[in-house]
C-alpha cells in the first residue's frame, strides 16, 4: 500500500504480506518482526527494510503460518525478508555504485581482488629478489622481510580505513531512516544481539524443513561471530605490541595475538562451513533466489582468511611462508574490500534495527 | 509401513485436526497401534485447527502464558450463558475439570504457549496462545506422534464404513482412484462438522446458504457425520445451529482463515443491501458478540452487509485482510457500495440524530449510545460525522456445525436405543453439539477437540486390549 517511494517488486511483496500478517498476528511470539509490525498499520519502504534486518530467516514463521504456499495468499515472509535484506545493503550501501558490482558477482570480485594482490605482493618479491620468497625465515620481522611493514601498513591501513568509511556512511544512511535512540536501548539490543536472541525461531531453533528443528545455526553463527572478533583482537593486539611495546611480529604461538588469533581462526574455520552447510539444508522454498553473491563471499573471505592464517601459523618456519603470507595478506585485502557490500553489513545493520526496537517498544514508532 | 489394508490396527483414527492428533497420541500411550486417516493432502492437513489460535481451559492459578486463575465455575457460567443453557451440562461440567490438566499434557506432546501480546479480543486470562498459531500446534503433535510410532496416511479420505449394530468392523478409505478397505478394533471420528458441504448446508437453510463463505478447510464435509447417522448413531444438536461470524465479503470462498475477520461492529453501525440497520450493533463487548453478527447477516437479504464507520474510529480495531472501502461522503461511499444514496443518508442522519453525548470509553461498556432508534445501539455510539467515511461489506463466515453424534462421558458414540457404541468414540466438531446446543465462547473448539480426544484415544485402546 505505501511502498510507492521505490518499485522494487520484493518491497511491494513485503508490504503485501506484512498487510496479511498484520491482521493475522499468530506469529507475534516468534521474533521481533512482527512486534515490529504490529506497532503500524501501514508501512513505508523504509519500515520494510527495518523489519527485514530484524529477520533472522529462521524459518519458524512459515512453518507455522496457515497461508504458506500452496495456499492462495502465498505467504512467505523468510524469503522475501531475505530479498528486501539483501536489497537494502545495497540501498544504504555507499557509494551505491560499488554496491552494483558486488551485487550479483560478490564471490568473483572478491576472489579476483585477492587473488591479484596476492600475485602482486609475491611478483613483487619475486622479482626484487625470488630467494626471499623462497626462502625460510625465522624470528622477529620475518614477515617484514617479504613485504616491509610500512608498505604492508600502507596497503591494508588505506584499504581499512577505506572500509570503515564506506560502512559508517552505509550506517549513517541507514540509521537516517530510523530516529535517535536512548542508551537504554543500545543496550538492550547489544544484549539481544550478542546472544543472537531472535535466531532462535520461537525458542526451538530453526526450522530444518520438514518441521524438524534445531539450533545448529545458531551455534555457528555465535562461532563465526565470536571468531571474527577474537581475530579483531588479535590484530588489535598486535598492533599495539607493534608500536606501543616495539615488538615485531611473529609472535611464539603462546602469545596472546597468536593465541587470540588461533582461537577465533578457529571459530572462523568452523562457523562459516557450518553456517553454509546449515544454509543448504534449508527448505529451499524460504531462501531468497538469485543473491548468493555477496553472502557467499564474505563467508569464503572469512573462511580463506582464517584458513590461510593458521596454515602461515604452522608452516610460517617452512619455504612455504613467503606464497602463503602473499596469499593470505590478498585475502583480508579483499575481505576488507567486501566488508561494506556484502553480508558483514548484516550484523551492523540488525544491531542497529534491534537499537530502533528497542526504542520503538519503550516510546512507540 | 506396510500395507494398511493387510492389517489390523488397534485404532483407527478418522481426521488429523486437533481431536484426531491428541487421540492418536493418547491411544499410541496407552498401547494400541494407531493409524489416522486425513483426507486432506500434507500442506492442508490439520482441518480447521490449522486456523485456530487459542484454546480456553480451566485453572486455578496464574502461569506465565496466563495472566489469571479461571475456575471452573466461571468457565461453567460462561459455557452457561453463551449456550443459552441449551448444553448436556453434565458431560459440559466433566469437560471443564478435565480441561484443567489439558494445558500440561499438550504442553507435553510439544506444543508451546505464548504470552498473549496483542489483539482486541482481551482473552489473556481465559486462554491460552499457540506460539505460532494451530499450524505451529499441529506441527508439534505429528511430530510426537510420528516419533511415537502412529501412522498417518495423507489424502485419505473415509468414504464409507462397515458398521453392524453399533459396532465397527472397517473403513472404506479413498486413495486416489482406488477404495481400500481397512480394518480397526476401534474408531476415532474426529473428521470435523460438515460446514464445507454447502448442499447439506442447503437442506436447513436453503439457497441463503449459497451465500456463506467458509472460513475453514474445505475437508470438512461431514462425510464420516453422516456415515454414523446412517448407520444409527444418535444425533445430536440443531442442525441449523452453528458457530458464524460476519466476515468480509471479499474472503475466498474456503479457508480464508482469521484474517477476514471484522471486529469494528461495535465501533459502527451495520446496514444491510437496503441500507437499513437491523441489530444493535453496540450490545456488548466484540468478543462475547463476534459470533451472533454471522446469523444475524445471513438472515439479511442476499446475505450481505455493510459495517460502515468514519475515521474517527479507523484505528480503534485489529486490521484486516481487505482495505477498507472509502468516501469522502455518506453519498460517494454509498456509490461505491451499491446502496441507495437517499437510504444511506437517512440511515446514517437518523442514527446521528439519536446518538446521546457519552463519554467514549472501548474498553468498558460506555455511556454512548442512542435514544429513540429502533433498533438501538447501546454503547459506543458515537455519530458518523468525521470524513472519510469507510465500510466494510461482511458475510456469513461458517466457522463449524453443531450438529454431531451424541457421546457419554467417555466420548463413546452413543446408539440410537441410547446404548453406547461397541467401539466407536467420537471427539471434536463432530461431536460439539453435545457441548454446544447453540453460541460460542473463543477457545471452546480446541477444549472439545483436546479433551474428547485425549478421552477416546484411552479409551480406544483400553477397549483394543480387551
Ligand atoms: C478461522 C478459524 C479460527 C478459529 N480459531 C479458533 C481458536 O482460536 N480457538 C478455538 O478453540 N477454536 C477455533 N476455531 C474452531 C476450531 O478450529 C475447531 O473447533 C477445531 O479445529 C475442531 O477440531 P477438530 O479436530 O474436531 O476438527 P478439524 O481441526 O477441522 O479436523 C478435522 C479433520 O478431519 C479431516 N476429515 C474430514 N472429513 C474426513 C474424511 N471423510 N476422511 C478423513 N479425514 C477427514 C479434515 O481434513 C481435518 O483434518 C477456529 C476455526 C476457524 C475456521
Ligand atoms: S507468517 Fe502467516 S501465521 Fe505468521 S503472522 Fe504472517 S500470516 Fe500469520
Ligand atoms: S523467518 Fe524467523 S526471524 Fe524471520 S520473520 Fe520469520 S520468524 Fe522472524
New interface residues.
Partial sequence: ?QATETTSPALIEADRLM??C?????????CAVF?AM?MR?SFTAADLRYFANLCHGCG??Y?????SP????NVNVPKVMAQVRAESYAHYAWPRAAAKIFEHNGLAVALTAALGVAAFVAGFVAWTDPSVLFGTHTGPGAFYRLMPHNAMVLLFGAAFSYALLALAMGLRNFWRDGKGAEAAAYAAAGHDAATLRYLDG???GCQDGD??ESDNRRLFHHLTLYGFLLCLASTTTATLYHYVLGREAPYPWYDVPVVLGTLGGLGLLVGPIGLMREKAKRDPATKATGLVGMETAFVAMLFLTSLSGLALLVLRETPAMGLLLAFHLGVVFALFLTLPYGKFVHGLYRYLALVRYAQERKSGP | MTDPSERMYDALIVGGGNAAMCAAISARRGGASVLVLEAAPKFYRGGNTRHTRNMRCAHDSATETLTGPYTEAEFWTDLHQVTGGQTDEELAKHMIAESKEMLGWIVEQGVRFQPSLGGTLSLGRTNSFFLGGGRAMLNALYRTAESLGVEVLYDAEVVGADIRDGMFLAASVKRGSKIKRIRAKTLVAAAGGFEANIDWLKQYWGDPADNFLIRGTPYNRGTVLRILLDAGAHPIGDPTQCHAVAIDARAPKFDGGIITRLDCVVFGIVVNKHAQRFDDEGADFWPKRYAVWGRLVAAQPDQIAYIVFDKSASTLFMPSLFPAIEGQTIAELAAKLGLDTAALEQTVARFNAAVRPGTFDSTVLDDCRTEGLVPPKSHWARALATPPFYAYPVRPGITFTYLGTKVDKTARILMQDGKPSANMFAAGEIMAGNVLGKGYAAGIGMTIGSVFGRIAGREAAKRASN
Avoid: K, L
Fill in positions: 500500500m498487510v496479511v498484520n491482521s493475522c498476528r499468530y506469529c507475534e511470539g516468534i512486534p504490529e498499520r519458524a514463521c512453518d507455522d503460518c496457515q497461508f500452496p495456499h492462495e495468499f520461537g525458542g526451538a518441521g524438524a
